[in-house]
């Protein structure tokens, strides 16, 4: 496996390559970026890791620099000569590259040693860079990524590689949909793997005590990245209509973010003077993840509705599924398709304040109704095939046929 990022953590990556080793059918070398004081080598859960020195994450300066070079004919070098370096060593059979970029590099590496490769298309790329540095400040880093991360440049690269590919993964139907009819891909070179989780996500889940402005809250949880596309901004607005129905209602935010995203969140919170409502807790060891989802009234994912998000899907859906509590998403497509098939929660219209802080206080006054739609969810990751176990099956059938 080849990944443009450090390792871990990926929630995907791993739950591919362990089942790949799981499975007792393969063996499965990852070979990703390098952190400052990472080993070169290491083991993990039975994947083999190699980390390149490329440079270092942390020199973000020195690594931006590298990515505008390799993105003008996108062929990353030091990845090239790494990946031949441990086909010489260990003569693997599949390259599996993970996301766009690398997928030129990899499709040239396959070529010269004749191995079949898949490229497994977490997202949206191309669509992706419209809205990961919306609200970037750094004049120069806005110039680089308008000449080297556009849109044009990039969906014409997507264009290209996955019609030169002979297996594609996708993460949603919505993806592969668009791959054939924008792309005009052929749909049996196309496979599904969702971001299902296991069922016992929350088996080990720990018991919490919350910080004493916590208690006795409404508490309307928000875990995960935070970005511009997550529409964090939305819920913080809608916390000064939820606030005026539901007096001990609190927005808990839990995850990283840029220093330009923090602001922005800041500035409304203080702008509407939501201080005591809205709590940014910044980024908890995973293992924390499952209780905070757990002791909350509502788990929500207020994404925006874009060519981005309606071509992924993350993976909390499925951990607030299982965690049996009620679910409040946007109408981004991939969301709002589970969610409806499955009655499994409620959904607002993306980028809303107004229609989030109805459906929040709509859950606060019937919330029987909301915990019998949770069950609902927990029963189609349960009882059906929202569940990293069926997906795992799924996997291995499409690697059995490449």
């Known amino acids: 496996m080849v990944l443009d990022a450090s390792f871990p953590p990926d929630i995907r990556v791993e739950k591919e390559a362990i089942t790949l080793i799981n499975s007792n059918l393969y063996e499965v070398y990852l070979i990703c970026l390098r952190k400052k004081n990472e080993e070169v080598l290491s083991n993990y859960n039975g994947l083999n890791i190699i980390r390149i020195n490329s440079p270092a994450l942390d020199q973000k300066v020195k690594k931006g620099i590298l ?10 070098y030091i990845f090239y000569r790494q990946i031949l370096k441990l086909h010489q060593e260990i003569n693997f059979d599949i390259i599996h590259v ?9 499709r040239k590496v396959a070529k010269k ?6 490229i497994d298309l977490h997202e949206n790329y191309a669509e992706a860079l419209k809205v990961w540095f919306k609200w970037r400040t750094n004049k120069i880093i806005r110039l680089k990524n308008m000449i080297f991360f556009n849109y044009r440049k990039w969906n014409k690269y997507e264009r290209n590689e996955t019609n030169k590919a002979k297996h594609i993964i996708a993460v949603v139907e919505e993806m592969k949909d668009r791959l054939v009819k924008k792309h005009g891909l052929k749909e049996k070179k196309i496979k599904v793997i969702s971001n299902t989780e296991h069922l016992d996500f929350h088996n080990d889940s720990k018991k919490i005590s919350l910080s004493p402005n916590l208690e006795n809250k ?4 928000y875990i995960g990245g935070i970005g511009p596309h997550r529409g964090i901004d939305t819920a913080v607005e809608a916390m000064v209509d939820i606030t005026a129905y539901i007096n001990n209602a609190v927005l808990l935010i839990i995850g990283g973010g840029s220093k330009e995203v923090l602001s922005k969140l800041n500035t409304i919170v203080s702008h509407n003077n939501l201080k005591k409502n809205v709590v940014i807790f910044g980024k908890v060891d995973k293992s924390l993840v499952s209780p905070y989802m757990k002791i909350s009234d509502i788990n929500i994912i207020p994404h925006l509705s874009n060519s981005h998000t309606n071509h992924t899907i993350p993976h909390k859906i499925f951990q607030i ?4 509590k009620p679910i409040l998403v946007s109408d981004s497509a991939p969301l709002k398709r589970i969610i409806s098939e499955y009655d499994a929660g409620f959904i607002h219209e993306a980028s809303n304040s107004k229609s989030f802080a109805n459906e929040v206080i709509h859950i606060y006054n019937d919330y029987e109704l909301a915990t019998k739609k949770a069950m609902n969810g927990f029963k189609a990751c349960n009882n059906g095939s929202l569940n990293w176990s069926s997906t795992a ?3 291995l059938n499409f690697y059995s046929n490449i």
């Not at 599924?321 to 049996?324: D, G, Q, V, W, Y």
């Open 67 to 76: 990515d505008a070079i390799f993105s003008i004919n996108n062929v990353h």
């Open 393 to 395: 099956k799924e996997l």
């Open 218 to 221: 409404f508490l309307i949880t």
């Open 321 to 324: 599924l299982l965690s049996k």
């Open 113 to 118: 040693v004749n191995i079949p490769y898949v």
């Open 98 to 106: 993970h996301d766009l970029p690398l997928s030129k590099t990899v």
